[in-house]
C-alpha cells in the first residue's frame, strides 16, 4: 500500500469518524427570571460546550406545545481538537401560568456554515420551571438580610418577604456567574467566586428587585 493511498484511506476514516461523532454536551439550561410570571417575557440561556473549535452556531429555534417547549440548536464545528463553549438565547412570549417542561436538543455538523446535518444528537437535557399567575400575587413589601459582605466563599441571606425570589450574580462585564433560588427564611450562597466586585440581583416574585454591590476578598 503506497503512502497516497494511505493517507486517502486515513483521510476518510477520519471525515467518517468526525461525521458521526457526538461533538457537544449540555452544561446547564437556565431561564430569567427563575420565577417568571404570566406578563414576563422569559429568555432561555442554554450553555453547551465542543470537543472541537470551532463551533459557530448554524440554525437553532424554539417551539411552544402546550406545556412543553421544543428547543434546538445546530453547530458547525471544525477541525482542531480544543473545548469550544457556547452560550444560545431563546425568548419566550409571556406564558399561561402552569408547568412547564422545556426539552432541549443539541447537534452539530462539520463547517463551514451551513453545515453538514447533526446524524444523532449529541446532547439533549431538559428543565422544568412554573409560570404564576400575576393575578395571585399580593402587594408585599421586600425584606431582607444578605451578609457576609465582603465575604470569602459564601453570602448568607434571609428572605423575611412573603414569597421566594431568583439571585443572579454578575461579574463587572455583565457576564452572569452564579444563580440560585431564594426561598423564604435563611438561604447560604456558596459562590467559590474569585476576589473582586460583584453585582448582585434579586428578583422577587412579584416582579420586584434589589440590586446589591458584593465584594469577594
Known amino acids: 500500500m503506497n503512502m497516497k493511498y494511505t493517507l486517502l484511506v486515513s483521510f476518510l476514516v477520519l471525515s467518517f469518524s468526525l461525521s458521526f461523532s457526538q461533538f457537544g454536551s449540555i452544561n446547564s439550561i437556565i431561564i430569567h427570571p427563575l420565577i417568571p410570571n404570566d ?30 417547549i421544543i428547543s434546538y440548536s445546530h453547530h458547525c464545528v471544525g477541525m482542531l481538537t480544543a473545548l469550544c463553549n457556547a452560550k444560545d438565547t431563546f425568548q419566550l412570549g409571556p406564558l399561561l ?3 412547564y417542561t422545556l426539552f432541549h436538543t443539541t447537534t452539530s455538523g462539520m463547517a463551514p456554515a451551513p453545515c453538514s446535518p447533526g ?31 465582603p465575604s470569602i466563599d459564601q453570602f448568607i441571606i434571609e428572605n423575611s418577604s412573603k414569597g421566594s425570589a431568583s439571585l443572579m450574580i454578575y461579574d463587572v462585564k455583565g457576564k452572569l456567574v452564579h444563580f440560585q433560588l431564594i426561598n423564604k427564611g435563611k438561604n447560604i450562597v456558596n459562590h467559590f467566586l474569585n476576589k473582586g466586585i460583584y453585582i448582585g440581583e434579586l428578583e422577587f416574585i412579584n416582579g420586584e428587585y434589589r440590586v446589591i454591590k458584593l465584594v469577594v476578598k
Open 97 to 99: 401560568a402552569g408547568t
Open 119 to 149: 446524524i444523532v444528537p449529541d446532547d439533549v437535557d431538559t428543565l422544568q420551571f412554573e409560570v404564576v399567575s400575576t393575578s395571585g400575587l399580593e402587594i408585599q413589601t421586600i425584606s431582607y438580610e444578605l451578609y457576609p459582605n
Open 39 to 68: 406578563t414576563d417575557t422569559i429568555t432561555v440561556l442554554v450553555d453547551q460546550t465542543f470537543s472541537y473549535s470551532s463551533c459557530d452556531l448554524d440554525t437553532k429555534g424554539i417551539n411552544v406545545q402546550n406545556n412543553s
